[in-house]
């Protein structure tokens, strides 16, 4: 299991033990989903290092996920 950081805007941020990224993602909407109403951004950012909301400019690495949510949540992306 790899040590995920999660996150979907500055509202959902969860560090997540997972196989993957698509599991992290999944494993904190289940997780989540169940103790509190979900606050979701248009896209979901899964990487290994830490949150991006937390750096000066939320600059991404070419090593991050960045997932749209209609996707995961199986809506048309238009």
């Known amino acids: 299991m790899i040590k995920y950081y999660v996150e979907s ?3 959902l941020r969860v560090v997540v033990l997972a196989a993957n ?3 992290a993602i999944l494993k904190t909407l289940a ?3 169940q103790r509190e109403p979900l606050q979701l951004a248009d896209r979901f950012i899964v990487n290994e290092r830490g949150f991006v909301w937390d750096r000066d400019g939320h600059e991404l690495y070419g090593d991050e996920k960045v997932y749209p949510t209609r996707l995961l ?3 048309p992306i238009e």
């Open 9 to 11: 805007g500055p509202h």
């Open 21 to 23: 990224p698509i599991h």
């Open 31 to 33: 997780t989540v989903g």
């Open 73 to 75: 949540l199986g809506q």
